[in-house]
């Protein structure tokens, strides 16, 4: 059962990456398509699916945030992500403000995965 959760949790993980990237080169590009319906419903499924994967993954290794470094890390940047996210796609006053919080999203998902990856909250050392 864990190999399964393992590998839906990073197949969704790069899914919602790159649905993520996408949005905001629409939003970027000021491009329409990111107004039809699917580009609004798509991550919230991706992510749903992300969410529960990793709270199977959290329950079946009996590794929790809080206890563990590494996943305590990962919430808070997680946390981090979408809040940056919502500036970036709906609270943003402007396009610079938007872009900006774009950015620090892109940086906290990536910090995400290099904390997942070596399992270290200070995954460049420290």
């Known amino acids: 059962m864990y190999a399964i959760g393992f590998w839906v949790h990073v197949a969704c993980v790069y899914l919602s990456l790159a649905g993520f990237v996408l949005r905001g080169l629409w939003m970027l590009t000021d491009s329409p398509l990111r107004l039809l319906k699917p580009a609004k419903i798509l991550p919230h499924v991706v992510d749903t699916l ?12 009996s590794q929790y945030p809080f206890t563990h470094g590494w996943l305590t890390a990962k919430l808070f940047a997680l946390l981090a992500y979408i809040g940056l996210g919502l500036v970036a796609f709906r609270f943003g006053p402007n396009k610079a403000v938007r872009s900006a919080a ?11 995965l290099a904390v997942a990856y070596s399992r270290n909250p200070w995954p460049l050392g420290g």
């Open 102 to 112: 774009f950015a620090a999203a892109l940086l906290a998902f990536i910090y995400m």
């Open 50 to 61: 992300l969410l529960l994967s990793a709270l199977m993954l959290v329950l079946s290794t």
